[in-house]
């Protein structure tokens, strides 16, 4: 079967073939925190006489590291360039949240005091404890990557998403499962996690109520964990048309293993979870015993996930003119679509903040609502309809180990 990548429109989650990501890349921009050095660019930022200050809060290290800390790195470019091109200058608070919704809410309540505007996150839980520290004060927050769309609702006003919807992409993966594979289906998720909650009952609610499929066995990696689910599998190995996952970026290796042991070649649909490197391999039964490495995982094949841009092979103009920014800066390209979230949620503060013309908070959470028709390397912004727009949802294959797009 040929790898194909699509694109889906979240508004009604129709499939298109290969739509390309519309728009060109705004001149953008930062002054990273000295602490996060390490992770930043080289830049001679241009002189200005009183920046605005933007906290960039994300995981670099721990469970969610794998897409917080490109986020972080590409909001991090992105406040490079505009500081190049521009007299108007912006200086980066970079915080890592450490995988964790306490340091999260903690470090955000002192970084909320101190700067203008904040960005940041990847995962709805600390997003829902952190982001209000800045809203209670009257301070605007663009959510990079942490898909609740409940999240402006309940972190308060000026919560903007940069990103599409956790009911956008769940329809998004419903649509092309059902399209490609049939309508019986198997879910695997985690109870104990907004985004995995979040995504599996959007799922569950178009695939039975909009599709007419059937879910036919459903297992919560809170009470079964994903090496105990096998042995449950090979008695649905013929209901399921396909298995759908919505679980966490550190469980998606134990839960590929559990899954091909016993189907090997039954399509698996995941969240944007999977756009991360776990993905690529998969964990073989003998290789966890033996002193060979190559033998311990094989390729993954017959794997499709949700995100939020395509930036490999075929890739937009804008995309392309993205990732050669982000590979000259870090000397590699952006490991994942969460790159390409972070420096777009980073522009759009700072161009909210130009149309604001002033470090008023409200004037910026004003222009942010006034946001229409902003072309970033994820898609096409607006919010006009709320805080949470209608962007593009890609379905990404993997296929022998490799993200491919096809035509």
Not at 99 to 116: D, G, I, K, L, P
Not at 224 to 236: E, G, R, S
Not at 254 to 278: E, M, N, Q, Y
Request: hydrophobic share 45%; proline share 6%; aromatic share 8%.
């Amino acid at each position: 079967m040929q790898a194909q990548i699509y694109a889906v429109r979240s508004s009604v989650a129709t499939i298109i073939r290969a739509s390309a990501i519309t728009g060109a890349c705004l001149a953008a921009a930062c002054t990273p925190n000295a602490t996060n050095t390490q992770n930043t660019p080289n830049a001679t930022p241009a002189l200005a006489s009183t920046p605005t200050h933007i906290a960039v809060l994300a995981a670099e290290i721990g469970p969610m590291s794998p897409i917080g800390l490109t986020a972080m790195r590409g909001a991090q470019l992105a406040i490079t360039e505009h500081n190049r091109a521009s007299t108007l200058r912006f200086d980066a608070e970079c915080i890592d949240t450490q995988s964790s919704s306490a340091r999260a809410t903690e470090t955000a309540r002192a970084a909320a005091a101190r700067n203008t505007i904040g960005i940041g996150f990847t995962d709805s839980d600390p997003a829902l404890v952190a982001v209000p520290e800045f809203t209670r004060l009257g301070k605007p927050f663009v959510v990079i990557g942490a898909t609740d769309p409940k999240l402006p609702a309940r972190c308060g006003a000026g919560t903007f998403l940069a990103c599409f919807g956790d009911d956008a992409q769940a329809i998004a993966a419903a649509d092309f499962a059902a399209a490609r594979f049939g309508k019986r289906t198997l879910v695997i998720f985690d109870s104990r996690h907004e985004y995995t909650r979040t995504l599996a009952s959007f799922f569950r609610s178009h695939m039975g109520n909009q599709l007419g499929g059937t879910v036919v066995a459903e297992f919560d990696l809170s009470f079964t964990p994903a090496p105990a689910i096998a042995p449950h599998l090979v008695a649905a190995a013929n209901k399921a048309d396909f298995i759908f996952v919505a679980c966490m970026p550190e469980d998606i290796t134990t839960v590929l293993k559990s899954v091909r042991s016993a189907l090997p070649t039954t399509p698996i649909i995941g969240g944007d979870s999977f756009d991360c490197d776990a993905v690529l391999n998969t964990p073989t039964a003998t290789g966890q015993a033996s002193t060979n490495a190559a033998a311990a995982t094989a390729p993954s094949n017959h794997v499709w996930f949700t995100t939020h841009a395509w930036l490999g092979a075929g890739c937009s103009p804008a995309a392309q003119a993205f990732v050669a920014a982000y590979s000259a800066a870090y000397g590699t390209p952006p490991p994942n679509a969460f790159a390409a979230l972070g420096y777009d949620a980073a522009r759009l503060a700072i161009e909210a903040r130009t149309r604001a013309g002033s470090d008023d908070p409200k004037a910026i959470a004003a222009a942010l609502a006034a946001t229409t028709d902003f072309h970033g390397v994820t898609g096409t912004i607006s919010y006009a309809n709320g805080p949470v727009p209608t962007k593009d949802v890609w379905m990404v294959s993997v296929t022998n180990g490799v993200r491919q797009r096809g035509e």
